[in-house]
């Protein structure tokens, strides 16, 4: 079986974060393991409250997992401050890594900014370079990038220049565009078109963060980036196709196993 880490936030309503990605890892057939970056406050209506951990704790869980265990894929999502990205950069440069997919999470869809804006600029010069896939949504690629998006070929543009600052392969995501939500696969030579059309639901609390997990458990198990991200696609439709309602607001989606 493959091992599969993310290093992220606890989302309580477990609809996103630390919970989404064991669920989708299990899901996946895949061991999850979880180096927590933060504690959110967190329901279907919002985040009410951030606790960051302490970055040498920080440390000492990525330590603690690779000192022992043997890791295929991670998956990296909420890292809040610039602290916490010096630490996770620092001590994963101690080790020999596989597959990394960098979710750049910045604003929850409720509109609370789970990356501090002054943190921007460490997530650009340290992940990013690390990262063999980076996942951003359009407002994630305009932040990183400082210019709008609104077409294709503007996206097109976005995962060439995210790719020059350093992942290998970039997933520019459509969702936030128009009634189709293609997504950009970027290899550094060709692109690939992920086309699917909008699925009429309130309930995608957690989507980035599925799908960033999902891609990862696929990268894990040895399957090609191409076949990775298509197959992750098709997982994280069905998901929100049967996405439902837990609360009084944004629900999460369905983990089939
Ligand atoms: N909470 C945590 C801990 C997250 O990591 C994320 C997204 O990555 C969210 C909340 C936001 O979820 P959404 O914007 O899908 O509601």
Redo the contacts with the bound molecule.
Sequence with gaps: MKHCLTI????SSG????QADLKTFSAHGTFGMSVIT?V?A?NTQG?FDVQDIDPSVIAHQIEAIFDDISVHGIKI??VSQTETIDIITKTLKKYPLPPLVL?P?M????G?D?LKPDAKKALIENLLPMATLITPNLPEAEEILGYKIEDLETMKKAAIDLHNLGPKYVLVKGGHLSETATDVLYDSVNFHLLHQEKIETPH??????TLSSAITANLAKGISIDEAVKVAKAYITNAIVHGFSIGHG?GPTHHFY
Excluded: F, N, P, R
């Excluded at 992220?8 to 989302?11: E, H, I, T």
């Excluded at 609809?15 to 630390?18: L, N, V």
């Design positions: 992220a936030g606890s989302d609809g996103a974060g630390i933060a959110t967190q985040v999502g909420m979710d999470v604003i929850s869809k409720s609370y789970l995608t609390h957690g989507t980035g963060c944004v």
